[in-house]
Structures are given as structure tokens and as C-alpha cells.
């Protein structure tokens, strides 16, 4: 089973990508992404709905039309991310840095 930071090593590398992920961690609340550094990638179009995304360093991401429904952002950093037509409707957001990202 890969590991959380396994996946994110693999998305910061370009072995996967988010439109590629694992068979298995497809279904809802399998993807756990918490406390991982993703900064700067690529994850336009991906979804993520009830990932736990908790902690994660998404700073300067684009999650660009990205499924966040349900998603656990608590205490996320998501300062300069790309969020225009991202869905975060029911998704956690408490405590989440927002400086500099583009919302609309």
C-alpha cells in the first residue's frame, strides 16, 4: 500500500500525477495527503473530494477547477494557490492560510 509521503514523493517527482492516482485511492476518505509538502505542483482538474488534506503545505499549487468537496484543510498552508473554480463546498477549512491565493 503506498504511504502518504510515498504519494506525495511520487506527485513532486512526475511519476504519477493527481489525474493518475492509484487505483485504490480513488474512493472517498482513502487519500491522505495530511502533513505532506506539495508546494508548487500541478493539481488542476483533481479530485480530492474527502481527502484529508490536513497540514499539507499546498503553497503556490494550482488546484484550478480541483474537487475539494468535504476535503480536510484544517491548518493547511494555501498562500499564492491557483483555487479559481476549485469546489470547496463542505470542505474544512479552520485555520487555513489563504494569503495571496486566488479564490475567484
Given amino acids: 500500500?503506498?504511504?502518504r509521503h510515498e504519494l506525495a514523493a511520487a506527485l513532486r517527482a512526475g511519476t504519477t500525477t493527481a489525474r493518475r492516482l492509484p487505483t485504490h485511492l480513488r474512493?472517498?476518505?482513502?487519500?491522505?495527503?495530511s502533513y505532506c509538502d506539495l508546494i508548487g505542483l500541478d493539481l488542476s482538474g483533481v479530485d480530492l473530494s474527502f481527502?484529508?488534506?490536513?497540514?499539507?503545505?499546498?503553497e503556490g499549487a494550482d488546484l484550478s477547477g480541483a474537487k475539494l468537496h468535504g476535503a480536510n484543510l484544517s491548518h493547511?498552508?494555501?498562500?499564492?494557490?491557483n483555487l479559481r473554480g476549485a469546489d470547496l463546498s463542505r470542505a474544512i477549512l479552520y485555520s487555513v492560510h489563504l494569503t495571496g491565493a486566488t479564490l475567484v
Fill in 27 to 33: 474512493r472517498d476518505s482513502d487519500v491522505d495527503l
Fill in 51 to 58: 481527502a484529508n488534506l490536513e497540514g499539507t503545505d499546498l
Fill in 76 to 81: 493547511s498552508d494555501l498562500s499564492d494557490a
Fill in 1 to 3: 500500500m503506498t504511504t
